[in-house]
């Protein structure tokens, strides 16, 4: 064998072995006097709660708040009224109407063989309905799928599966599938109604989401019931035939008021370049939200609030975002991305808070191959090592992203998230304080370096 021969083969044996593994990105060395603010924010961010009071003055003084409801309305007036308070400039609501939905009843009865009133909860844009008929049980949408039309025709379909519990979140879109294909895959086989296992990992509380807006999609009256009234359920169908009655009602309203909030810390060199920190102000009418997303309101608006402390504002603009309805389709973040659709190339970063309360796990960027040092510098200031290039924005940002913003993901753990989820578990007391500050930190941190470094992420 020659000696090119030899070579080629142990570059090919290298290869095999050592699979080609990206080297870590260097971190863009970041100014000192940024470093010294930086770790004065995050000295801060240590010892304040104040996130955390927010979360409480917003679950306590406006509750539910459901899109394009007084609820809602009450809630951007909370906003206005606090951000104020707080120091923000230019803070101001901007309107816009969508679809409403809102549940009226939501009644799931067993009648045979054991009569049994279960705690179901309609889905977000469930049609009304009554049936009373028998229930049909499949352990994922797509054995509901492969099955005949004959197995479903006239009947209650139960969709039995169990969401896994992940430090991602990675069971959440897995269990959304049913949340959102029951209904329509039931209508198309010439079903009744459709009830689900609830998406969430707690066992008694019911979790309510959205199943879908319009069309087929609403075709159907929809409700999830709880982990271990699923149990019960298919404990009975194991046994034989059981008939329930599913009543539920509904109804939307066309053209009902919603609103994004916005205020700014006006960047003293750049105005017209905007770092854009967003979460979403409403919730599900059944929960308090204090996680989803009143943890993700709190971090901004105290994490805003620290840089405002500072002796002069960063370079660039700090925006702060309140969206409106995110829990139905994500309408708010639509409505801006209209409203702004001129001034989105001057976005230089936008990132949320939309995972619940977990402890800060790792950074994630979408940047080009060239700016990924400045995503490294990011991760490290905020004490992190995990995370990639595959960020796609927290829900209303990532229409954002979707726009061409440059975005990056502050990931949580949310191995806890899914036990309080859309439920009325969802309450400030299950909040660990010590989770908030260091969400808080790496909120302000980032945000501080992107409005004053004048980096470029794209
Ligand atoms: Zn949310």
């Known amino acids: 064998m020659s000696n090119v021969r ?6 090919a044996f290298a290869a095999l072995v050592l699979p080609a593994r990206a080297e870590p990105v260097a971190a863009t060395p970041i100014p000192k006097k940024i470093e010294r603010t930086v770790g004065k924010l995050q ?4 010892s304040s709660d104040q996130a955390l009071d927010l979360v409480k003055d917003l679950v306590t003084n406006v509750g539910p708040r459901q899109a ?31 679809t409403a939905w809102r549940r009226v009843k939501d009644e799931v009865v067993i009648l045979t063989p054991t009569p049994m009133k279960l705690g179901a909860r309609a889905l977000g844009y469930s049609a009304s309905g009554k049936a009373e008929a028998e229930i049909v049980r499949f352990t994922s949408v797509a054995e509901l799928k492969a099955a005949p039309d004959s197995a479903v025709r006239d009947k209650i379909v139960f969709i039995d599966e169990r969401m896994e519990r992940t430090p991602t979140g ?10 959102r294909e029951c209904g329509p895959a039931t209508a198309l ?7 689900i296992r609830t998406v969430g990992t707690t066992e008694r509380f019911v979790n309510t989401g959205m199943m879908s807006r319009g069309g087929l999609m609403g075709a159907l009256p929809a409700a999830a019931i709880s982990n271990e009234e699923s149990d019960a359920l298919a404990a009975l169908l194991a046994k034989g035939p059981v ?11 066309s053209d009902a008021p919603s609103g994004n909030v916005i205020a700014e810390l006006p960047g003293r060199e750049k105005p017209d370049e905007i770092v854009l920190l967003g979460a979403h102000l409403d919730s599900w009418d059944i929960t308090p939200g204090a996680q989803d997303d009143g943890a993700g309101v709190g971090v901004i608006m105290a994490a805003g609030k620290l840089i405002e402390q500072l002796p002069r504002n960063p370079k660039r603009t700090i925006r702060l975002v309140l969206f409106g309805a995110e829990e139905q389709g ?16 001057k976005h230089v970063l936008a990132f949320e808070p939309d995972s619940g309360a977990g402890a800060v796990r790792a950074f994630s960027t979408k940047f080009p191959a060239e700016k ?9 200031a905020i004490g992190e090592t995990d995370g990639d290039n595959t960020a796609r924005g927290s829900s209303d940002v990532s229409v954002l992203a979707g726009a061409g913003v440059p975005v990056v993901d502050i990931l949580v753990d949310m191995s806890a998230y899914f036990d309080i989820h859309h439920t009325v578990q969802d309450t400030p007391d299950r909040i660990v304080p010590e989770n908030l500050r260091q969400q808080t930190s790496a909120y302000a941190t980032i945000a501080y370096i992107a409005a004053e470094s004048g980096w470029v992420f794209k």
């Open 170 to 179: 990675a069971g959440y879109a897995a269990a959304g599938i049913k949340r």
């Open 68 to 98: 394009a409801t007084e609820a809602e309305a009450r809630a951007r007036q909370w906003a206005v009224d606090r951000l104020t308070t707080l120091g923000f400039k230019n803070v101001r609501v901007e309107p816009f109407t969508m």
């Open 189 to 195: 086989k010439g079903g009744l109604a459709c009830l």
């Open 6 to 11: 030899l070579a080629l083969a142990a570059a």
């Open 372 to 380: 990924l040092g400045y995503g490294a510098a990011m991760r490290k």
């Open 330 to 345: 994500l309408l708010g973040a639509q409505a801006y991305a209209k409203a702004h659709a001129a001034d989105l190339p």
């Open 43 to 46: 000295a801060q961010a240590a």
């Open 243 to 253: 008939r329930a009655r599913v009543d539920i009602q509904t109804e939307t309203i």
